[in-house]
């Protein structure tokens, strides 16, 4: 004989349902912002490549090409934001502390960004520097490319709601300059 208390518990799942449904929904949502951003991430550092592998470029006599300037890398820089529907006029300049590359104990003095017109993706491009390196070893001298862009997420009820985060990257490069 069944207790009184026993008999329905038709209800139930409802129950359980109204409680874990709004946090397997909200995990959902997580994940989802999160490969947001890791694609954005991939898609900067495709981009900061792409400039900087046109700044690091060898001069050949024959071929007619000529320097890159720090406005040919940021339009570079843009059209690979372009094609992935990114918004160039987005990133700003993420400037990094890069020693000369005549100078490599630097002494406080750094490269500075060379500047890029208006209109452009604003990145931070840094020539003739010396690369990071193992300790004791030489660095290498190259060119450094670095950017950030704004990221806004929409998780709700949680503190990351509307939240602006400022995805960065940086390229190094050993080029001939």
Not at 26 to 38: D, E, K, P, Q, S
């Amino acid at each position: 004989m069944k207790h009184a208390l026993y008999q329905s518990d038709r209800g139930a799942q409802m129950a359980e349902a109204a409680l874990v449904l709004p946090l397997v929904f909200l995990f959902m949502l997580g994940i989802f912002w999160f490969g947001r951003a890791y694609s954005i991430y991939a898609t900067l550092t495709h981009a900061a490549r792409e400039g900087n592998r046109l700044s690091t470029q060898p001069l050949c006599a024959t071929c007619g090409n000529t320097v890159a300037t720090a406005d040919s890398v940021a339009d570079r820089v843009s059209a690979a934001l372009l094609a992935a529907h990114l918004d160039p006029t987005l990133v700003t300049s993420q400037p990094a502390s890069m020693c000369a590359c005549s100078n490599q104990s630097c002494g406080g003095s750094y490269v500075a960004c060379e500047s890029v017109s208006g209109g452009k993706a604003q990145v931070c491009i840094q020539d003739n520097v010396a690369l990071y390196s193992y300790p004791g070893a030489v660095a290498p001298c190259g060119n450094m490319v670095s950017l950030q862009y704004p990221f806004q997420v929409h998780l709700p009820f949680t503190s990351f709601n509307l939240e602006k985060i400022n995805i960065r990257t940086q390229v190094q490069m050993q080029g001939n300059n």
